[in-house]
């Protein structure tokens, strides 16, 4: 199976630019979730997507939003780009073994640099 | 406010040694820890993980030690080899949760 692709895997966008990122998750994966990795902060969590719904959501302001497709596609919007929001944005997919933990599989991730 | 954290932040240990990562959590509805290992350019991918009805889980040459009374865990590598070169995520949740808390990543570098 191919694994979670992300696009673009570099961004540099201007403060006040709007960016959005795509996620395709694993086939068969209807969960998606979105972290922002930055160092010393380590993974923090954006917001997870199953069936098309929003069903977690991290402490991030309203100018990061996402959306999940019918297909399980994912896209993650930030609006008003600013420059602490320069990080490495992550895309997780998981299926859930009945009963068991939700395993994540990480996509390598986009880039994104605010000048 | 960290739910989980992680010391230390940069660890340096010689070939054949055994590195050791510590995390620590607050809140005990947590039941499931994993361990992820990144590369770099890479995502994070799932190491190992723990559940707290065991003290230790070990596959291959990773070992995760749980204390539940003192709400901490530890990721050991033993003989540590170069290519153990990455960052580390502890990091938790609940069994049936979908929502992970993440550490803030030890970055270990095995000297030949």
């Known amino acids: 199976k191919a694994g979670v692709t992300q696009t673009p895997r570099y961004l540099i966008k201007t403060r006040g630019q709007q960016v959005t990122l795509s996620c395709s998750p694993i086939?068969?994966?209807?969960?998606v979730s979105w972290y922002q990795q930055t160092p010393g902060q380590g993974l923090q969590f954006l917001f997870e997507?199953?069936?098309?719904?929003?069903?977690n959501k991290g402490n991030f302001p309203g100018r990061f939003s996402g959306r999940q497709f019918s297909n399980s596609r994912s896209e993650m919007n930030v609006s008003t780009l600013e420059l602490g929001d320069s990080a490495l944005y992550l895309c997780?997919?998981?299926?859930?073994?009945?009963?068991?933990?939700?395993?994540?599989?990480f996509g390598p991730g986009t880039r994104l640099t605010v000048l | 406010q960290q739910q989980v954290k992680q010391s230390p932040q940069s660890l340096i240990v010689q070939k054949g040694g055994i590195s050791i990562i510590n995390c620590a959590y607050e809140?005990?509805?947590?039941?499931?820890f994993p361990w992820y290992q990144q590369f770099p350019g890479k995502g994070p991918a799932l190491l190992i993980a723990?559940?707290?009805?065991?003290s230790e889980k070990k596959e291959g040459r990773f070992t995760i030690s749980f204390n539940k009374s003192a709400k901490q865990f530890s990721l050991h590598i033993m003989d540590s080899q170069p290519g153990d070169s990455a960052t580390y995520f502890c990091?938790?949740?609940?069994?049936?949760?979908?929502?992970?808390?993440f550490g803030t990543g030890t970055s270990l570098t095995v000297i030949p």
């Open positions: 997780a997919s998981s299926f859930r073994v009945s009963g068991g933990p939700d395993t994540q599989y």
């Open positions: 086939s068969g994966h209807r969960s």
């Open positions: 997507y199953f069936s098309e719904t929003q069903r």
């Open positions: 809140n005990t509805a947590f039941d499931y």
């Open positions: 723990i559940r707290p009805d065991v």
């Open positions: 990091a938790a949740s609940m069994w049936t949760g979908n929502q992970f808390y």
